[in-house]
């Protein structure tokens, strides 16, 4: 589990010191593992105890413990300057995540639903809302395609807490987004967010988060380059998973 998961797991127990020194350390996270609690509490200009209070909510016995995390997570991965071994990497992370994730919940409210909302913030992003429309028609669920933050800012007044909604966004930082999704959140309308690997607005908002491991990889001519396949794979086991809750219930009944 990364320290951006982590932050979101553990994001409700936290203030605004606790965000101050975090800003720190994510700005930092090359180097900041050096340092001693003393010399962390002294770059963060906090006291001692505020570093050891942070570490432990974010479920670490003690500053030693989280040290430790920090340098295991800077570790460079084998093949890390090859971009398909990068891709492979990630795949292999999203298939360990999604074997982990318990959907019962999310699968309970596209299950329970009168209408179901998808919408990609992005090019790649509506494509991926598309395949999930696409693949949800097999089950008689018919999910609605927002095209664009237009169309979504026209409809919002008439979301309804029976709705869901799956919002697709590789950051879960857009700007144009955030007002809508507060929105939703504040009407009680509850949705489903996939979103990349990291501390988000978007998945702080929502208790139905699903991560998509994608890593940017940067060419030797500086492009940046992201993979989308692992929002293929988390958005196709939502998917799955809803077949095999689908089918419980069935032979339940």
């Known amino acids: 589990m990364s320290l951006e998961e982590l932050v979101n797991q553990h994001y409700a127990k936290l203030n605004d010191n606790d965000f101050y020194i975090l800003k720190y350390i994510l700005n930092n996270?090359?180097?900041?593992y050096h340092l001693g609690i003393n010399d962390m509490a002294k770059a963060c200009n906090v006291s001692r105890?505020?570093?050891l209070r942070l570490a432990q909510k974010l479920g670490f016995s003690g500053y030693s413990e989280f040290r430790?995390?920090?340098?295991?997570e800077d570790q460079p991965e084998e093949g890390e300057n090859m971009t398909f071994e990068k891709l492979l990497d990630d795949i292999e992370a999203n298939?360990?995540?999604?074997?982990?994730?318990?959907?019962?919940e999310m699968c309970r409210l596209i299950d329970e639903a009168k209408r179901i909302f998808v919408y990609g913030s992005g090019t790649a992003q509506r494509v991926c809302a598309r395949e999930l429309q696409r693949m949800f028609v097999s089950r008689r669920k018919y999910?609605?395609?927002i095209q664009d933050i237009t169309e979504f800012d026209i409809m919002c007044d008439d979301f309804k807490v029976d709705d869901v909604f799956?919002?697709?966004?590789?950051?879960?930082?857009?700007?144009e987004l955030i007002p809508?999704?507060?929105t939703l959140s504040a009407k009680g309308v509850p949705f489903i967010s996939i979103t990349n690997l990291k501390n988000n607005v978007l998945a702080q908002t929502t208790p139905y988060n699903l991560y998509a491991t994608s890593k940017p990889v940067t060419l030797s001519d500086k492009t940046e380059i992201v993979a989308f396949a692992p929002f293929f794979l988390?958005?196709?086991?939502?998917?799955r998973a809803y077949v095999d809750y689908e089918e419980l219930e069935n032979f339940d009944k």
């Open 29 to 32: 996270k090359h180097t900041c």
């Open 49 to 51: 105890s505020s570093i």
């Open 68 to 72: 430790v995390f920090l340098k295991w």
């Open 95 to 104: 298939v360990k995540y999604v074997k982990s994730k318990d959907m019962t």
């Open 143 to 145: 999910l609605i395609l």
């Open 166 to 175: 799956i919002i697709i966004s590789l950051s879960g930082e857009t700007p």
């Open 180 to 182: 809508q999704v507060r």
């Open 234 to 239: 988390v958005g196709e086991a939502l998917f």
